[in-house]
């Protein structure tokens, strides 16, 4: 795999199957180590969580 990522999705009473609000790709580096790749995965959640958070207040949906 070149490429994982992150999703924000609506919860319900599924496990990960609201509908999907936004997603951010995150590349996966040749020989890249698996706590390097869950940094960087952590990295995009922590950035796009907040932005959709500010979006969704600001577009009056919460």
Not at 9 to 20: K, L, N, Q
Not at 33 to 57: F, K, R, T, Y
């Amino acid at each position: 795999m070149r490429i994982t990522g992150v999703t924000v999705h609506y919860v319900d009473a599924g496990i990960d199957s609201g509908e999907i609000i936004a997603q951010q790709a995150v590349p996966i580096a040749p020989k890249q180590s698996l706590p390097a790749l869950e940094a960087a995965i952590h990295a995009a959640e922590h950035q796009l969580l907040p932005q959709v958070v500010s979006d969704l207040i600001e577009e009056g949906v919460i």
